[in-house]
């Protein structure tokens, strides 16, 4: 069974920063790429950050480039999300996805003062 759980979200000042996780298992952690997705309310899903399997290489939406960074442990079957310098746009509902297949439930991200 598949399984991608996200963790680490929650409630942040602006300019702050927040560290999320998601942990994979049910499947080949090592040979999926893995990316975050974040969708805000009455907005259309956005790809964040994408990490390619052997984790070497990375890429960035443009909202998020310089700020945040992915990266992934595969011994731990996990991925990371290190957040800095968060701005109120950045709430949304951030999501772990694998190889554009496999969706984790999603993990609150609000930047409020």
């Known amino acids: 069974q598949v399984q991608l759980v996200e963790s680490g979200g929650g409630l942040v000042q602006p300019g702050g920063s927040l560290r999320l996780s998601c942990a994979a298992s049910?499947?080949?952690?090592?040979?999926?790429?893995m990316n975050w997705y974040r969708q805000a309310p009455g907005k259309e899903r956005e790809l964040v950050a994408t990490?390619?399997?052997?984790?070497?290489?990375?890429n960035y939406g443009d909202s998020v480039k310089g700020r945040f960074t992915v990266s992934r442990d595969n011994a731990k079957n996990t991925v990371y999300l290190q957040m800095n310098s968060l701005k109120p746009e950045d709430t949304a509902v951030y999501y772990c996805?694998?190889?554009?297949?496999?969706w984790g439930q999603g993990t609150q991200v609000t930047v409020s003062s």
């Open positions: 049910g499947f080949t952690f090592s040979s999926y790429a």
């Open positions: 990490i390619s399997p052997g984790g070497g290489i990375t």
């Open positions: 996805n694998a190889g554009a297949r496999y």
